[in-house]
């Protein structure tokens, strides 16, 4: 059992699910990426999180996006339509156990919720964002670029500060 393992046990504020979340979102999102590449893609579900334009927990962040009902009776992401690629790409959401790529995201994603109120904020209040070596999306032009950081590059709305 990892020192952050044992703080999850103990600490009532840190929700599993949350951090399984959070730890898949990184994991998908920038696993090969800086630890501030990393850092910056938690951040953007965090300011998604505190948000009023988006769901209020991190799990509901992570999954946003339309859904249909499967033969079985599963509820599936429509493809190519949700929040983040990774989630409704048609892909395996399950990281392979023992991937030294999955256990950093998980204990990266463990800090990060523990320390959320102490971290800066270094996508400067960006609440979305997208790999760089893909067209810029159609909502990049209505959006301030804040950050490059590795392959991703940040965006806020223009109407904050």
């Not at 190519?80 to 989630?87: G, K, N």
């Amino acid at each position: 059992m990892t020192i952050a393992d044992k703080i999850v046990e103990r600490n009532i504020l840190l929700d599993k699910k949350e951090v399984l979340c959070m730890a898949k979102n990184i994991f998908f999102e920038a696993a090969v990426e800086s630890t501030a590449g990393k850092l910056a893609v938690a951040q953007v579900t965090l300011n998604r999180v505190n948000s009023d334009k988006f769901p209020s927990t991190v799990c509901d962040v992570v999954y946003e996006g339309p859904h249909y009902t499967a033969r079985n009776g599963q509820q599936l992401p429509k493809r190519d339509r949700c929040q983040f690629s990774w989630y409704c790409d048609g892909k395996s959401d399950e990281p392979r156990e023992g991937s030294s790529l999955w256990e950093d995201s998980q204990e990266l994603a463990k800090y990060i919720l523990l320390r959320q109120d102490e971290l800066p904020d270094i996508t400067d209040g960006a609440l979305n964002y997208h790999a760089d070596y893909i067209a810029a999306p159609s909502w990049a032009g209505r959006k301030h670029k804040t950050a490059k950081i590795d392959t991703h590059i940040f965006y806020r709305p223009r109407t904050l500060r």
